[in-house]
């Protein structure tokens, strides 16, 4: 499979599993790649990064067998570099590490980059951007919380949306806006959506928005068209 393509100039709608039934993944699959998905953003928690656990390596080696989309995998663990190589051997296109969770964040975003995917780098929603200033040129993709990390269906931060905007001028500073997206994630819904795409994000994380609608598909346009005006 080509390298996952990264195209800020064009919004990105990437379904977030956790809110899917676990119980029929390839249906769900099935759902959101017909339904005009983008990317596939698989939550990983180990509970004690987050308070909640989900899934590892060997779900998404099932998961990579049942799509081509491109999956977007988002480590909410501690010590992520233990399991880099698990990840990329289970096929994700793009790993994301949270800097809250790695004690030498410059090491753990050169080994993603060294084992062959692309490299993302996540903030929860308190955590100042200043965090990744020194390191936002080795990403693909920047990720900021606008949920506290470990549950789907929570209420979005609004208090996060001046993080959005500081960080595409950070980008735009640092000639990096052409290549490197800004996604955001929790609580992301046709409601919240445009003030985070007006804010500078460039892919929309949505896992009840998506999920918990009948119509898959009609829920990614909803999202589309309420973030286009
Ligand atoms: O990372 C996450 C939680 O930690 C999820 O991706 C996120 O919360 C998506 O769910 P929803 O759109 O329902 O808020």
Avoid at 55 to 60: A, K, S, T
Avoid at 73 to 100: C, K, Q, W
Wanted: aromatic content about 4%; proline content about 7%.
């Amino acid at each position: 499979m080509p390298p996952m393509a990264i195209e800020p100039q064009r919004l990105k709608v990437a379904p977030s599993l956790l809110s899917s039934d676990f119980a029929d993944l390839a249906g769900e699959l099935r759902r959101i790649e017909a339904g005009g998905a983008d990317w596939v953003h698989l939550d990983v928690m180990d509970g004690h990064f987050v308070p909640n656990l989900t899934f590892g390596p060997p779900v998404v080696a099932r998961i990579r067998e049942r799509t081509r989309l491109p999956l977007d995998t988002h480590l909410m663990i501690e010590n992520p570099e233990r399991y880099i190589g698990d990840f990329v051997r289970a096929g994700s296109d793009l790993i994301t590490v949270h800097a809250e969770a790695c004690v030498h964040l410059h090491r753990v975003l050169t080994q993603v980059r060294e084992a062959g995917v692309r490299v993302g780098v996540a903030l929860n929603p308190h955590t100042p951007l200043s965090l990744i200033e020194h390191v936002i040129d080795l990403v693909d993709l920047v990720l900021l919380m606008t949920v506290n990390p470990g549950f789907g269906g929570q209420r979005f931060i609004p208090q996060v949306l001046p993080k959005i905007a500081a960080a595409r001028r950070l980008l735009a500073d640092r000639g990096l806006a052409g290549r490197v997206e800004l996604e955001v994630d929790g609580g992301v819904a046709p409601d919240t959506a445009p003030a985070c795409v007006a804010a500078g994000a460039t892919v929309l994380v949505a896992g009840s928005a998506v999920f918990g609608q009948p119509d898959a598909g009609e829920a990614i346009a909803a999202l589309r068209r309420a973030s286009a005006g």
